[in-house]
């Protein structure tokens, strides 16, 4: 199901026919690398974070984590990732299947600048198991994020 609703967002932008479906997960970077053939810092993971009524995704290369001094200075707020249980209800899709297609309407998408260092980036494609692989060019053409974020730090 979820993949079917990222699939429907992606085809308005004749896009749909690039996410890939594998036998095995691609719930984690690792995992996600592994099944495409990319490095781990190509991934594009989706983080779902909460900021008192809002709640907002940071689409990041795959080798960050979210810096709390930069989260804080840019939101206000000391992060607060969603719980597994209520990303379906809150983002619209599942923990490991996060991605920044046809979301909730009231969710805010940015995009944090580690990813400019990739012509190409695989953001998850709505299930534990799909990708799909997008110049970052169409990435942000697509999601049309609230801004351009510097969030992160290397693991």
Same mark, same amino acid.
């Given at each position: !199901? /979820?993949?079917?609703?990222?699939?429907?967002?992606?085809?308005?932008?004749?896009?749909?026919?690039? *996410?890939? @479906?594998?036998?095995?997960?691609?719930?984690?970077?690792?995992?996600?690398?592994?099944? @495409? +053939?990319?490095?781990? #810092?190509?991934?594009?993971?989706? !983080?779902?974070?909460? *900021?008192?009524?809002? &709640? *907002?995704?940071?689409?990041?290369? +795959?080798?960050?984590?979210? =810096? %709390?001094?930069?989260?804080?200075?840019?939101? +206000?707020?000391?992060?607060? !990732?969603?719980?597994?249980? =209520?990303?379906? $209800?809150?983002?619209?899709?599942?923990?490991?299947? @996060? &991605?920044?297609? %046809?979301? %909730?309407? =009231?969710?805010?998408?940015?995009?944090?600048? /580690?990813?400019?260092?990739?012509? %190409?980036?695989?953001?998850?494609? +709505? /299930? $534990? =198991? #799909?990708?799909?692989?997008? #110049?970052?060019? $169409?990435?942000?053409?697509?999601?049309?994020?609230?801004?351009? @974020?510097?969030?992160?730090?290397?693991?």
């Amino acid at each position: !199901m /979820s993949v079917e609703k990222a699939r429907g967002f992606l085809k308005q932008h004749h896009l749909e026919d690039r *996410i890939r @479906v594998f036998e095995e997960g691609t719930e984690t970077v690792e995992k996600a690398a592994e099944q @495409v +053939g990319c490095l781990p #810092s190509e991934i594009a993971k989706s !983080m779902a974070f909460q *900021i008192d009524e809002r &709640c *907002i995704l940071i689409v990041a290369a +795959g080798d960050i984590r979210i =810096d %709390n001094k930069k989260y804080k200075e840019e939101f +206000g707020k000391k992060a607060k !990732m969603i719980k597994r249980e =209520d990303l379906i $209800e809150k983002i619209g899709y599942p923990m490991g299947g @996060v &991605c920044p297609f %046809n979301v %909730n309407e =009231d969710v805010e998408i940015y995009m944090d600048h /580690s990813l400019k260092r990739f012509e %190409n980036v695989y953001p998850a494609g +709505g /299930s $534990e =198991d #799909s990708v799909i692989e997008l #110049s970052l060019q $169409e990435l942000e053409r697509i999601i049309q994020p609230v801004k351009w @974020v510097d969030l992160g730090r290397e693991v």
